[in-house]
């Protein structure tokens, strides 16, 4: 007798296809996310199609030598001084001097003896001899360096931001809302009178006056809680200043970096672009990354149309990487292209000073707190931190594969993978790892685990990623796995 076979009408086989192009979306519900978009990731990139490997970290040599030797530094400024050639500026921690490096003369090293505990302000200008770099600090003393070396100034402003404006020094204290200038044509020149140097106080709700940069024939005044704009031409009887953005959050201003024809900057509230007049904030779904995090600590540089953001992220998935396995004051990099408005985001590294450089050195160069402070790093394009690989992390949202109620049976997962990788795949309480070799054909992973909502993670400790077309197979019913 021949006994018919049951067969289940819910247990097709479906799929759902894994794309990369999404980016990263930490505000949304996870359960409204297509598969196109992660949850959390870092240290890989997806603009192409495939999961692949992002920036890394170098360290700066001339020579094959470190340009720091053995000594710990917290910051490093690079600025070309014409006829004289170019300089590296180094603020050593040990004894707070700055010492200065010429690429050119490798044992013509410079000592400042300014006893800076912090990080110092410099800004190039022109004196009567040429091209020089001017020292302020908030704590002083001001100084200056050109081809023959540092001068030290018994007197002289102690600003916390500086910059060169229509042939005038500006520079603020970061300590209240006073703006100083110099006297025109004479950086040196402080005196305050009608026909030399001066100051304006802005008395009003923004606060505090925190940073100052020259931008498209005005001067903006980065405050605690806004922005103003100052027009200051050569005579300071004709100097205005308008009010054109408020913030109910603080501005870091550190982060605040001139893009090109634009500046980007970092509240307590995210991030903004600015154009000279409107501000438009960006990058609103990786808002719960750091809203809500102190990031007083964060600074930014832009190099090459990007705009590099050193940060404090709280990634909240009980992971600890690189740096995160002890003390540590950021732990990211937020690396935004400007022109295109994509992002990458570096995990594992505590960077404390960020700068661009131009030709010949052509680098963004980087200082760290914790265990590489006797390092400068440079951005790279290799996917490795100091010669190691980065771990790398792409972590899907839930997802219930289209069908809300039913329980689903995920079979297997067929994706292409060319270097080894580590598949994590959760499903209402359940976890399981499994590690994929690379190959250059298309693998089918068993996984065999039923639920209502599935998170699937690509993991890489390999120097290399490149992970294609991920499609996860499944049926319902109960049919089982």
């Keep these: 007798m021949i006994y018919p076979k049951k067969i289940?009408?819910?247990?097709?086989?479906?799929?759902?296809?894994?794309?990369?192009?999404?980016?990263?979306?930490?505000?949304?519900?996870?359960?409204?996310l297509s598969q196109g978009v992660s949850k959390i990731s870092y240290n890989v990139k997806g603009d192409s199609g495939a999961l692949?490997?992002?920036?890394?970290?170098?360290?700066?040599?001339?020579?094959?030598?470190?340009?720091?030797?053995?000594?710990?530094?917290?910051?490093?400024?690079?600025?070309?001084?014409?006829?004289?050639?170019?300089?590296?500026?180094?603020?050593?921690?040990?004894?707070?001097?700055?010492?200065?490096?010429?690429?050119?003369?490798?044992?013509?090293?410079?000592?400042?003896?300014?006893?800076?505990?912090?990080?110092?302000?410099?800004?190039?200008?022109?004196?009567?001899?040429?091209?020089?770099?001017?020292f302020s600090h908030p704590d002083g003393p001001f100084g200056t360096y050109q081809k023959f070396g540092f001068t030290k100034y018994g007197e002289g402003p102690c600003f916390s931001s500086i910059c060169v404006h229509y042939e005038r020094m500006f520079g603020v204290t970061g300590k209240d809302t006073i703006l100083h200038f110099s006297a025109n044509l004479d950086a040196l020149n402080w005196n305050v009178s009608a026909d030399e140097g001066g100051y304006i106080e802005f008395a009003d709700e923004r606060g505090k006056l925190l940073r100052i940069v020259s931008f498209m024939d005005y001067l903006y005044l980065f405050r605690e809680n806004g922005i103003t704009r100052l027009s200051a031409f050569a005579d300071q009887m004709d100097f205005s200043a308008k009010h054109i953005f408020t913030t109910t959050g603080n501005i870091y201003p550190e982060t605040v970096a001139v893009c090109g024809d634009r500046m980007l900057f970092m509240c307590q509230d995210g991030l903004y672009v600015f154009n000279g007049s409107d501000t438009v904030k960006i990058l609103g779904k990786l808002d719960n990354y750091y809203v809500g995090v102190d990031n007083s600590h964060a600074c930014a540089a832009y190099?090459?149309?990007?705009?590099?953001?050193?940060?404090?992220?709280?990634?909240?998935?009980?992971?600890?990487?690189?740096?995160?396995?002890?003390?540590?004051?950021?732990?990211?990099?937020?690396?935004?292209?400007?022109?295109?408005?994509?992002?990458?985001?570096?995990?594992?590294?505590?960077?404390?000073?960020?700068?661009?450089?131009?030709?010949?050195?052509?680098?963004?160069?980087?200082?760290?707190?914790?265990?590489?402070?006797?390092?400068?790093?440079y951005l790279t394009n290799d996917g490795l931190i100091?010669?190691?690989?980065?771990?790398?992390?792409?972590?899907?949202?839930?997802?219930?594969?289209?069908?809300?109620?039913?329980?689903?049976?995920?079979?297997?997962?067929?994706?292409?993978?060319?270097?080894?990788?580590?598949?994590?795949?959760?499903?209402?309480?359940?976890?399981?790892?499994?590690?994929?070799?690379?190959?250059?054909?298309?693998?089918?992973?068993?996984?065999r685990m039923s639920g209502k909502l599935f998170r699937v993670s690509y993991k890489s400790y390999a120097e290399k990623m490149k992970i294609a077309r991920p499609k996860l197979v499944f049926t319902t019913g109960s049919g089982g796995v």
């Design 8 to 32: 289940d009408a819910n247990s097709t086989m479906k799929s759902v296809e894994v794309g990369f192009l999404g980016g990263t979306d930490t505000v949304t519900e996870e359960t409204l």
């Design 52 to 134: 692949t490997e992002t920036y890394g970290i170098a360290e700066l040599t001339i020579n094959d030598q470190p340009i720091q030797g053995s000594m710990e530094t917290d910051a490093v400024w690079f600025f070309n001084l014409g006829e004289d050639g170019t300089r590296y500026f180094m603020h050593g921690l040990q004894y707070g001097d700055i010492i200065v490096f010429n690429p050119d003369d490798p044992d013509a090293s410079g000592l400042s003896m300014l006893d800076y505990r912090t990080p110092p302000e410099m800004v190039r200008f022109r004196l009567e001899n040429g091209d020089a770099v001017l």
């Design 303 to 377: 190099h090459n149309g990007k705009y590099v953001l050193a940060l404090r992220i709280d990634f909240n998935d009980d992971e600890f990487v690189l740096c995160e396995e002890r003390e540590y004051v950021n732990n990211a990099l937020l690396i935004y292209d400007v022109n295109d408005g994509s992002y990458t985001v570096l995990r594992g590294m505590d960077v404390c000073w960020l700068m661009g450089t131009v030709n010949p050195c052509n680098k963004l160069l980087m200082c760290f707190n914790g265990e590489h402070r006797k390092k400068i790093g």
């Design 386 to 447: 100091l010669g190691k690989a980065l771990p790398k992390s792409w972590s899907g949202p839930l997802t219930d594969l289209g069908q809300s109620l039913a329980v689903k049976h995920l079979k297997y997962i067929v994706l292409y993978t060319l270097y080894d990788i580590t598949l994590v795949v959760e499903s209402d309480g359940e976890r399981k790892e499994i590690q994929v070799r690379g190959s250059k054909k298309s693998q089918k992973i068993p996984v």
